[in-house]
T-cell receptor, first 115, second 111 residues
Framework: EAGVVQSPRYKIIEKKQPVAFWCNPI?????LYWYLQNLGQGPELLIR????????DSQLPKDRFSAERLKGVDSTLKIQPAELGDSAVYLC?????????????FGPGTRLLVL | SQQGEEDPQALSIQEGENATMNCSYK?????LQWYRQNSGRGLVHLIL?????REKHSGRLRVTLDTSKKSSSLLITASRAADTASYFC???????????FGTGTRLTVIP
C-alpha cells in the first residue's frame, strides 16, 4: 500500500514569491492534515480536512496561506507571498476515520527554504 | 502551540542499552501518543496510551502514563542503531480537536 505522497520534497524560493505544496493521502483515508514543523520542534497543525471540508483551520495564517482539498482526495497548500519565517518542513498526514483519535500516517514532508 | 515537553532533548547511548524518554504536559488528556521521526522523514506512529491506562507494551517499547503527574515515559529496550531518530509525544487534550506535539527527544544509538 502506498503511503502519503508529498511533492515537491524540497523547494527554494525568494521571499515574496508564491509556493504550493501537494499531498496525496493514503487511498480511502477521509481525514487529511497539514502540519508545519520548524527545526528542532514538533509538528503544529495548520489545517484539518474531513473529506473536502476544512473542519479546523484556526492555526492557518489566512492572510498568506490557503489550502484546498477538492473532491476530498488530494490537497494543496499555498503560501503567497512567502516570508523568510516560512522556512520549515510542511508535513501532510492522513487518517482513515474522522476525529483526532485515529492513527495519523505522515508523508515525508516538503522542506521549504525562503531566501 | 505545543503541549508536551520531552526530556532529555538529546540522548546518546550504546547499542544494546535501554533508552528512556520522558514527556510532561499541562492539561487533562484523553490519550497520549508517541511518534518516531527519522531524519528527513515523516512521523511514524508507535503507540497510544489512554488516560485510564498506566502502562502499555509493544515489542521493545514500554510506555507509562501518570495522569496525576501529567507525565509519560517511553522506554526502548535493547536499543539498536536503527532506533536512532527523534521521538515525539503527542497529547489528545480534553475538549480540543488537535493533537499537540512536544518538542522531541533526539536519540542516537551508537553501534
Amino acid at each position: 500500500e502506498a503511503g502519503v505522497v508529498q511533492s515537491p520534497r524540497y523547494k527554494i524560493i525568494e521571499k515574496k514569491q508564491p509556493v504550493a505544496f501537494w499531498c496525496n493521502p493514503i487511498s480511502g483515508h477521509n481525514t487529511l492534515y497539514w502540519y508545519l514543523q520548524n527545526l528542532g520542534q514538533g509538528p503544529e497543525l495548520l489545517i484539518r480536512y474531513e473529506n473536502e471540508e476544512a473542519v479546523d483551520d484556526s492555526q492557518l495564517p489566512k492572510d498568506r496561506f490557503s489550502a484546498e482539498r477538492l473532491k476530498g482526495v488530494d490537497s494543496t497548500l499555498k503560501i503567497q507571498p512567502a516570508e523568510l519565517g516560512d522556512s520549515a518542513v510542511y508535513l501532510c498526514a492522513s487518517s482513515l476515520g474522522f476525529g483526532i483519535r485515529e492513527t495519523q500516517y505522515f508523508g515525508p514532508g516538503t522542506r521549504l527554504l525562503v531566501l | 502551540s505545543q503541549q508536551g515537553e520531552e526530556d532529555p532533548q538529546a540522548l546518546s547511548i550504546q547499542e544494546g542499552e535501554n533508552a528512556t524518554m520522558n514527556c510532561s504536559y499541562k492539561t487533562s488528556i484523553n490519550n497520549l501518543q508517541w511518534y518516531r521521526q527519522n531524519s528527513g522523514r515523516g512521523l511514524v506512529h508507535l503507540i497510544l496510551i489512554r488516560s485510564n491506562e498506566r502502562e502499555k507494551h509493544s515489542g521493545r517499547l514500554r510506555v507509562t502514563l501518570d495522569t496525576s503527574k501529567k507525565s509519560s515515559s517511553l522506554l526502548i529496550t535493547a536499543s539498536r542503531a536503527a532506533d536512532t531518530a527523534s521521538y515525539f509525544c503527542a497529547t489528545d487534550e480534553t475538549g480540543a480537536n488537535n493533537l499537540f506535539f512536544g518538542t522531541g527527544t533526539r536519540l542516537t544509538v551508537i553501534p
